[in-house]
């Protein structure tokens, strides 16, 4: 139990439409990621937030964006889903290096 | 831009027997190397972390990696398996100390015979 908690836990989308994830971190962590990992491969990083600012971006586009509030949760946005958007989406909340993962999101495009 | 590798896309072995699942990096300066377990629908759990000093790092769960800087690799051992250890595992490595944006091997899949 890493107490990073994301919902929903699974999410059937049509290609075209927006989706919003979300995340809570752990207690005490200002810092939250997104990874997005598709079947068979390994987490590729989307963005980082610090502080509700923006740290960092992966090789993803535009419409995928983010936001983190007051209390340090997160959300991630894709607007215009394609089929290949399809994957297990995972937040990770950290503070001094260590991420601590949640259980992740399910996202299917159809 | 750092990268991992992971040659071994699915090992099995016998529980009891050892385990050295491999990892091999590429980056120009000290990496910030980590171990992370993965079950089937699950997040990932972290098993071990290197910074520096002492080469061979102890995890959790009975697991140690060591950090061979002339060979680029950070290989994870187990001596003795066991039928709960089959699960997914990914060798990740960070670009700075500080700096959790983990880039991830395309990972091992762990399968475990009686």
Redesign the interface.
Known sequence: E?G?TQSPTHLIKTRGQQVTLRCSSQSGHN?V?W?QQAL??????IF?YYREEEN?R?NFPPRFSGLQFPNYSSELNVNALELDDSALY?C?S?V?????????T?LTVV | AQSVTQPDIHITVSEGASLELRCNYSYGATPYLFWYVQSPGQGLQLLLKYFSGDTLVQGIKGFEAEFKRSQSSFNLRKPSVHWSDAAEYFCAVAANFGNEKLTFGTGTRLTIIP
Not at chain 1, 96 to 104: D, H, L, V
């Open positions: 890493t990073v810092t990621s990874y068979g491969q390994g987490p590729q990083f980082q960092g992966g995972l990770a950290s001094n290096t260590e991420a601590f993962f949640g259980q992740g399910r």
